[in-house]
């Protein structure tokens, strides 16, 4: 069964079982992934999938369902299941279907330079990165992932009450492990780079970034433990941020798991901190005219110049809270529920360099990775003790890399410790992440810092 | 869900440029999501997955392709886009399809697709009620529900043909504590490979009690203290800190192309003499079992050390071609989505011969965690780290007062050799773990053991 046919047929069942509002969400997804391991492919995706969603209100409440598979079987799963689901949902604002906003940003993230890149274009990509990975360093024994993925992706919304919007976007990404060897200390260094514009990618480049960072950690050494200065480098800062994005959400004020409820035009961190929510970013890997339950997105401050100026809402969110939407609904995919999520979210820059940052510390850490963020933090209190990787800083000279080390503090803390702020913003995918997260360097008064 | 005619049309094409080895995966899997919060149903969703994964080896490379588009049309275009990454002539015909019937070795008696939602959500309050009620100071509960019905097909160029129904169902608790400023998560989530009777047995009282309990200790406690300590991890899901100091470490993904700090160390002594770690997906009905892997291979108890000694590695097909090692029964996948690797299944600590109240009797002064987050581990390093939900502090012998904040860092490597105690009152916990194939429901468990010396890094600060 086509879409058209498919959604025709839905809404009619749906219109007999007592359904009065209905959508259908669509997403369609093409993507290839590649992996390379010295110079053979170690893997190679191909993938062609396609989801869609159901939302109805039944006696004024919302019920869902998903399938993957167009079929009659699945017209009467859709239904049934979605009648069922609608009747426990004791929520006292109910989600809408919405006829949608007045008008639209005309954003375009589709890039048909991209679309014409060939899968060889692509490997042979991968294969020049590798020669330079391998040549630019002895020390270098291997990789332990590395790969290419390219997607396309189409999402579409048709709605009973007449609204019927799409968009395509498309990306490539790169991500690199290098493992290094010296005598009995193995390291490895990751390097990562999403856009739209392939020409951009430069093999020589790329793996200089990762070689440098796997050697970089070699010959670490102990230091004492205790409360450091800690420069935060950009990737180790975004992934800071994007753990505890979710503060910023209505939904999860309003669950009463973030210190932000209420604190709407207050100050809630420094003055020099300003961050924004850009649906419109060029480059951005999350960049989208509409939100996911069809309202116009926008680009606005979250905080700005440490005031707290607006949460992330929905227009469930937005309604309990007496505001309007921001245009952040959001599904992880067509099989979620509606929720509240950043677009592309950055700390705005200022203009001390990262080499200008390092010489301004007397004594202190600079936090390069950070790992085990899903477990070691606490979103709710803001607590978190984090493992991490990076460097000792003394007279404003990088001395040595630092064995594992943990960093401890408040996330709700540190936004008042900030110190400086870096010009060097960059983005990052996280593990499990949602939103396109992006920070400059920070350098936070104090953290304290325990080492291996 | 295909028929075995179409299915070796679609095994034929993907051969068709040389590929020496091709398998086809056909999913076809129901999940309900509920979510209860403030004693209110929040979310129920209900969906039906459905794709098909092909997947090409030639020599060493790997070439997969998925879709959802399950006409012979769309499958067909699927194994070509698959073959046409591997460049050369037909080499093998695929062997006839042999339909193999395998009983199902972890039976379900309700299945959770034939049981009202109602019936689902009663369980959920019933929780919830429990969880609120322990104490003044549970400010939050959620309670989430889960249950799946995974439908496979498996088959291959060997002549495999096999299909297999996975049923899984599952309950999560969290409650918050607060005072004041102070806010503090404690959670519990019991899963099965079972239906429904997993919810109607359950014992509620003890995990929604668990969860609350843990909230409101946490709530009451010191920050964790920094520096290099004695731990005593308690048993069940304290088992994670093993997953990630050396489960990840003895999958093939990464010891096949000795990236692994385990590789080509069969025989030799990685760890002390009290350590057996076995994966074992035959469990009878336990949350990480399987009756067959995704790549259609029986089940099977692996040994992974005993008593100190490497004596063998999680393996998949590929990772076996690599090694020149058999499969061991270990290739799994979250879904269709991903071509399968070497994952764990059910993984533990056996029993030791100490117990656990010798193991903190002998302890001077140290740290007791009775309850574990979750961690990770960089397999090429070793070095791991996880959070701590629930920890003690252990002096003369004694747990003490509660703490905080707690994340433990260190070496797999390392930390294996310094398990000094091993205790036996070995248990199962479920968990979620995410790695190149996915996420895939996993069992951690071992009895309580006693790590001579750990990092810690605590909220508190150094000494």
Same mark, same amino acid.
């Given at each position: 069964?086509?879409?058209?046919?498919?959604?025709?047929k839905?809404?009619?069942l749906g219109?007999?079982?007592?359904?009065?509002?209905?959508?259908l969400y669509? %997403?369609?997804?093409?993507?290839?992934v590649?992996?390379?391991?010295?110079?053979?492919?170690? #893997?190679?995706?191909? #993938?062609?999938?396609?989801?869609? #969603?159901?939302r109805?209100?039944?006696?004024?409440?919302?019920?869902?369902a998903?399938?993957?598979?167009l079929?009659?079987?699945?017209l009467?799963?859709?239904?049934?299941?979605?009648?069922?689901?609608?009747?426990?949902?004791?929520?006292?604002?109910?989600?809408?279907?919405?006829a949608?906003s007045?008008?639209?940003?005309?954003g375009?993230?589709?890039?048909?330079d991209?679309?014409?890149?060939?899968? &060889?274009e692509?490997?042979?990509?991968?294969k020049?990165?590798? !020669?330079?990975?391998?040549?630019?360093? %002895?020390?270098?024994?291997?990789?332990?992932?590395?790969?290419?993925?390219?997607?396309?992706?189409?999402?579409?919304?048709?709605?009973?009450?007449?609204?019927?919007l799409?968009?395509?976007?498309?990306h490539?990404?790169?991500?690199?492990?290098?493992?290094?060897?010296q005598?009995?200390?193995?390291k490895?260094?990751?390097?990562?780079?999403? @856009?739209?514009?392939?020409?951009i990618?430069?093999?020589?480049?790329?793996?200089?970034?990762?070689? %440098?960072?796997a050697l970089s950690?070699?010959?670490?050494?102990?230091?004492?433990s205790?409360?450091?200065?800690v420069?935060?480098?950009?990737?180790?800062?975004?992934?800071?941020?994007?753990?505890?994005?979710?503060?910023?959400?209505?939904?999860?004020?309003?669950?009463?798991?973030?210190?932000? !409820?209420?604190?709407?035009?207050?100050?809630? *961190?420094?003055?020099?901190?300003?961050?924004?929510?850009?649906?419109?970013?060029?480059?951005?890997?999350?960049s989208?005219?509409?939100? #996911?339950?069809? *309202?116009?997105?926008?680009?606005?401050?979250?905080?700005?110049?440490?005031?707290?100026?607006?949460?992330?809402?929905?227009?469930? @969110?937005?309604?309990?809270?007496?505001?309007?939407s921001?245009?952040?609904?959001y599904?992880a995919?067509?099989?979620?529920?509606?929720?509240?999520? &950043?677009?592309?979210?950055?700390?705005?820059?200022?203009?001390?360099?990262y080499?200008?940052?390092?010489s301004?510390?007397?004594?202190g850490?600079?936090?390069?990775?950070?790992?085990?963020l899903?477990?070691?933090?606490?979103?709710?209190?803001?607590d978190?003790?984090?493992?991490?990787?990076?460097?000792?800083?003394?007279?404003?000279?990088?001395?040595n890399?630092?064995?594992?080390?943990?960093?401890?503090?408040?996330?709700?803390?540190?936004?008042?410790?900030?110190e400086?702020?870096?010009?060097?913003?960059?983005?990052?995918?996280?593990?499990?992440?949602?939103?396109?997260i992006?920070s400059p360097?920070?350098l936070?008064?104090?953290?304290?810092?325990?080492?291996? | 869900m295909?028929s075995?005619?179409?299915?070796?049309?679609?095994?034929?094409?993907a051969?068709?440029?040389?590929?020496?080895?091709?398998e086809?995966?056909v999913?076809d899997?129901?999940?309900?999501?509920l979510?209860?919060?403030?004693?209110?149903?929040?979310?129920?969703?209900?969906?039906?997955?459905f794709?098909?994964?092909?997947?090409?080896?030639?020599?060493?490379? /790997?070439?997969?392709?998925y879709?959802?588009?399950?006409s012979?049309?769309?499958l067909?275009?699927?194994?070509?886009?698959?073959?046409?990454?591997?460049?050369?002539?037909?080499?093998?015909?695929?062997?006839?399809?042999?339909?193999?019937?395998?009983?199902?070795?972890?039976?379900? /008696?309700?299945?959770?697709r034939?049981? +009202?939602?109602?019936?689902?959500?009663?369980?959920?309050?019933?929780?919830?009620?429990?969880?609120?009620?322990?104490?003044?100071s549970?400010?939050?509960?959620?309670?989430r529900?889960?249950?799946?019905?995974q439908?496979?097909l498996?088959?291959?160029?060997e002549?495999?043909?096999?299909?297999?129904?996975?049923?899984?169902s599952?309950?999560?608790?969290?409650?918050?504590?607060?005072?004041g400023?102070?806010?503090?998560?404690?959670?519990?989530?019991?899963?099965?490979?079972?239906?429904? +009777?997993?919810?109607?047995?359950?014992?509620?009282?003890?995990?929604?009690?668990e969860?609350?309990?843990?909230?409101v200790?946490m709530?009451?406690?010191?920050?964790?203290?920094?520096?290099?300590?004695?731990?005593?991890?308690?048993?069940?899901?304290?088992?994670?800190?093993?997953?990630?100091?050396?489960?990840?470490?003895?999958?093939?993904?990464?010891?096949?192309?000795?990236?692994?700090?385990?590789?080509?160390?069969i025989? +030799?002594?990685?760890?002390?003499?009290?350590?057996?770690?076995?994966?074992?997906?035959?469990? /009878?009905?336990?949350?990480?079992?399987?009756t067959?892997?995704?790549?259609g $291979?029986k089940?099977?108890?692996? =040994?992974?050390?005993?008593?100190g000694i490497?004596?063998?590695?999680?393996?998949?097909?590929?990772?076996?071609?690599?090694m020149?090692? $058999?499969?061991?029964?270990?290739?799994?996948?979250?879904s269709?989505?991903?071509?399968?690797?070497?994952?764990?299944?059910?993984?533990?600590?056996?029993?030791?011969?100490?117990?656990p109240?010798?193991?903190i /009797?002998?302890?001077?002064?140290?740290?007791?965690?009775?309850?574990?987050?979750?961690?990770?581990?960089?397999?090429?390093t070793?070095?791991?780290?996880?959070? =701590?939900?629930e920890?003690?502090?252990?002096?003369d012998?004694k747990?003490g007062?509660?703490?905080?904040?707690?994340?433990?860092?260190?070496?797999?490597?390392k930390?294996?050799?310094?398990?000094?105690?091993?205790?036996?009152?070995?248990d199962?916990?479920a968990?979620?773990?995410?790695?190149?194939?996915?996420?895939?429901?996993?069992?951690?468990?071992?009895?309580?053991?006693?790590?001579?010396?750990?990092?810690?890094?605590g909220?508190?600060?150094?000494?």
């Amino acid at each position: 069964m086509n879409l058209q046919e498919f959604k025709d047929k839905l809404f009619q069942l749906g219109e007999e079982h007592g359904f009065t509002d209905m959508e259908l969400y669509y %997403e369609r997804e093409e993507k290839f992934v590649c992996e390379l391991f010295k110079g053979e492919i170690d #893997s190679y995706d191909t #993938s062609e999938v396609f989801g869609t #969603s159901f939302r109805g209100l039944y006696k004024g409440k919302m019920g869902y369902a998903f399938t993957e598979k167009l079929d009659e079987e699945s017209l009467s799963y859709l239904i049934e299941n979605a009648k069922e689901n609608s009747k426990f949902i004791e929520d006292e604002v109910q989600e809408e279907i919405f006829a949608g906003s007045e008008k639209y940003g005309e954003g375009n993230f589709y890039s048909a330079d991209l679309a014409e890149v060939t899968i &060889p274009e692509k490997i042979n990509l991968l294969k020049e990165i590798e !020669k330079h990975i391998y040549s630019y360093d %002895e020390r270098v024994t291997g990789t332990d992932y590395f790969m290419l993925s390219s997607g396309e992706t189409e999402k579409a919304i048709l709605n009973s009450k007449g609204l019927n919007l799409s968009e395509k976007v498309n990306h490539v990404g790169i991500y690199v492990s290098v493992i290094v060897k010296q005598g009995d200390q193995v390291k490895n260094g990751v390097y990562s780079k999403f @856009t739209r514009d392939f020409s951009i990618l430069n093999p020589k480049e790329i793996a200089k970034h990762a070689v %440098e960072e796997a050697l970089s950690q070699l010959y670490a050494q102990s230091a004492e433990s205790k409360n450091y200065p800690v420069l935060l480098r950009n990737d180790a800062a975004s992934a800071l941020l994007q753990t505890f994005i979710p503060v910023f959400s209505a939904e999860i004020t309003q669950k009463g798991q973030s210190a932000l !409820k209420g604190k709407t035009g207050e100050s809630i *961190a420094v003055p020099l901190l300003t961050i924004i929510d850009d649906p419109f970013l060029e480059e951005g890997l999350l960049s989208s005219n509409f939100d #996911s339950e069809g *309202a116009a997105t926008v680009r606005k401050d979250i905080v700005k110049d440490g005031r707290l100026v607006t949460l992330m809402h929905n227009r469930k @969110t937005a309604q309990k809270d007496g505001v309007e939407s921001t245009g952040n609904a959001y599904k992880a995919s067509y099989k979620g529920a509606l929720t509240v999520a &950043p677009t592309n979210l950055h700390v705005v820059p200022s203009d001390q360099s990262y080499d200008a940052l390092v010489s301004s510390i007397s004594e202190g850490i600079i936090i390069t990775e950070l790992s085990g963020l899903h477990s070691g933090a606490n979103t709710v209190s803001g607590d978190f003790s984090i493992a991490a990787n990076g460097y000792y800083v003394k007279d404003g000279k990088v001395q040595n890399a630092v064995n594992q080390m943990t960093i401890a503090g408040n996330f709700y803390e540190l936004l008042n410790n900030i110190e400086a702020i870096g010009s060097d913003l960059e983005f990052s995918m996280g593990f499990m992440a949602i939103g396109y997260i992006g920070s400059p360097s920070l350098l936070i008064r104090e953290l304290a810092v325990t080492v291996e | 869900m295909l028929s075995q005619s179409i299915i070796n049309d679609v095994i034929t094409a993907a051969l068709d440029t040389g590929g020496d080895f091709a398998e086809v995966f056909v999913e076809d899997r129901f999940t309900n999501n509920l979510a209860l919060q403030g004693g209110k149903i929040e979310s129920s969703l209900s969906g039906r997955d459905f794709g098909i994964g092909i997947r090409v080896f030639k020599g060493l490379q /790997s070439v997969y392709a998925y879709t959802t588009d399950g006409s012979r049309e769309g499958l067909l275009k699927a194994a070509g886009n698959a073959a046409q990454a591997i460049r050369g002539e037909k080499i093998i015909q695929p062997a006839q399809l042999q339909r193999e019937i395998i009983p199902a070795a972890h039976p379900i /008696s309700l299945n959770p697709r034939e049981v +009202e939602k109602l019936r689902k959500v009663d369980v959920m309050k019933k929780a919830y009620e429990i969880a609120k009620n322990y104490h003044n100071s549970i400010q939050q509960v959620t309670v989430r529900y889960f249950d799946e019905e995974q439908n496979v097909l498996i088959a291959n160029s060997e002549g495999k043909f096999v299909e297999d129904r996975r049923v899984r169902s599952r309950l999560a608790i969290q409650s918050i504590a607060a005072e004041g400023n102070k806010m503090q998560p404690g959670s519990y989530g019991p899963g099965a490979h079972k239906g429904f +009777e997993f919810m109607e047995n359950l014992n509620l009282e003890h995990y929604a009690n668990e969860a609350s309990r843990i909230a409101v200790t946490m709530l009451g406690a010191d920050p964790c203290p920094s520096g290099k300590f004695p731990v005593i991890i308690d048993n069940e899901f304290g088992g994670v800190i093993f997953h990630e100091a050396c489960g990840h470490g003895l999958e093939a993904t990464f010891v096949a192309k000795e990236n692994s700090v385990f590789a080509n160390r069969i025989g +030799e002594k990685v760890a002390s003499d009290v350590v057996t770690y076995v994966d074992d997906g035959t469990l /009878s009905n336990e949350w990480g079992s399987i009756t067959i892997d995704d790549e259609g $291979e029986k089940a099977r108890k692996n =040994v992974l050390i005993e008593n100190g000694i490497l004596k063998g590695y999680l393996i998949d097909k590929l990772g076996g071609r690599r090694m020149g090692m $058999e499969s061991t029964g270990s290739g799994r996948r979250q879904s269709y989505r991903f071509a399968p690797t070497s994952r764990m299944t059910n993984t533990y600590i056996a029993n030791g011969k100490s117990t656990p109240a010798e193991i903190i /009797s002998n302890t001077e002064h140290g740290i007791y965690t009775k309850y574990m987050g979750g961690g990770q581990v960089n397999p090429t390093t070793g070095d791991y780290n996880f959070a =701590v939900m629930e920890a003690y502090l252990v002096k003369d012998g004694k747990i003490g007062k509660p703490l905080k904040g707690a994340t433990l860092i260190g070496n797999g490597p390392k930390t294996l050799q310094l398990v000094d105690m091993v205790a036996n009152n070995l248990d199962h916990g479920a968990g979620m773990c995410g790695s190149q194939s996915g996420s895939i429901p996993v069992n951690v468990g071992q009895p309580m053991i006693r790590v001579s010396e750990m990092t810690v890094g605590g909220t508190k600060g150094g000494k």
